[in-house]
């Protein structure tokens, strides 16, 4: 069974670190960028940051840039997200996802095009910043 | 970075038809995915690319694009479909590759 496993979240006060962990299962982890994506209380989903496959290519929303960092270790099929200089608006459900990339090639002359989804969600790790 | 904007809310009698919207600039450039979120769950991906389902997503669940606009159908509403439902994109509007979500439709099924 395809599965992704969050672990890590807890209370940690306002300027404080916290390091996610996300372990895969079921598929071959080395294969596939991952994402995480948070949602904050009864709001909606936020992407955080993505990584590719073998770890060259990792970008960042703007709000969580040089605060966050991204990583995985394709060895221990884990995804990790080190949180530092927590903020009260980090509060949220984190998320990690798997994200696909199927290449569609028509009939020539039509160009290719690319379809970009995650179709493989954790259940979350909740992170509470608060003094 | 780009955004993509949602009806925060929507109603549709059982049984009935209903389309969501998702609206911005980076479906100019990238197909959209859907997803559909049940209160305490993760999402689930239910539409993506042109208009395809994952498997065990019923056919009632359809998508499509026109421009910047790409909208989610339902046909044949149940009232398991009442969740909040998100589209996203790939976003290059800035010096990177990331995502974007829209802000999520509540749908409410009478």
């Known amino acids: 069974e395809v599965q992704l496993v969050e672990s890590g979240g807890g209370l940690v006060k306002p300027g404080g670190s916290l390091r996610l962990s996300c372990a895969a299962s079921g598929f071959t982890f080395s294969s596939y960028s991952m994402n995480w994506v948070r949602q904050a209380p009864g709001k909606g989903l936020e992407w955080v940051s993505s990584?590719?496959?073998?770890?060259?290519?990792?970008y960042y929303a703007d709000s969580v840039k040089g605060r966050f960092t991204i990583s995985r270790d394709n060895a221990k099929n884990s995804l990790y997200l080190q949180m530092n200089s927590l903020r009260a608006e980090d509060t949220a459900v984190y998320y990690c996802?798997?994200?696909?990339?199927?290449?569609?090639?028509?009939?020539?002359?039509?160009?290719?095009?690319?379809?970009?989804?995650?179709?493989?969600w954790g259940k979350g790790t909740t992170v509470t910043v608060s003094s | 970075s780009s955004e993509l904007t949602q009806d925060p809310a929507v109603s549709v009698a059982l049984g009935q038809t209903v389309r969501i919207t998702c609206q911005g600039d980076?479906?100019?450039?990238?197909?959209a995915s859907w997803y559909q979120q049940k209160p305490g769950q993760a999402p689930v991906l239910v539409i993506y690319g042109k208009n395809n389902r994952p498997s065990g997503i019923p056919d009632r669940f359809s998508g499509s694009s026109s421009g910047n606009t790409a909208s989610l159908t339902i046909t044949g509403a149940q009232a398991e479909d009442e969740a909040d439902y998100y589209c996203n994109s790939r976003d290059s509007s800035g010096n990177h590759l990331g995502w974007v979500f829209g802000g999520g439709t509540k749908l409410t099924v009478l």
């Open positions: 990584i590719s496959s073998s770890s060259s290519y990792i």
């Open positions: 996802a798997r994200e696909e990339l199927i290449v569609v090639v028509p009939a020539a002359p039509s160009p290719s095009y690319y379809y970009y989804y995650m179709d493989v």
């Open positions: 980076s479906l100019r450039s990238y197909y």
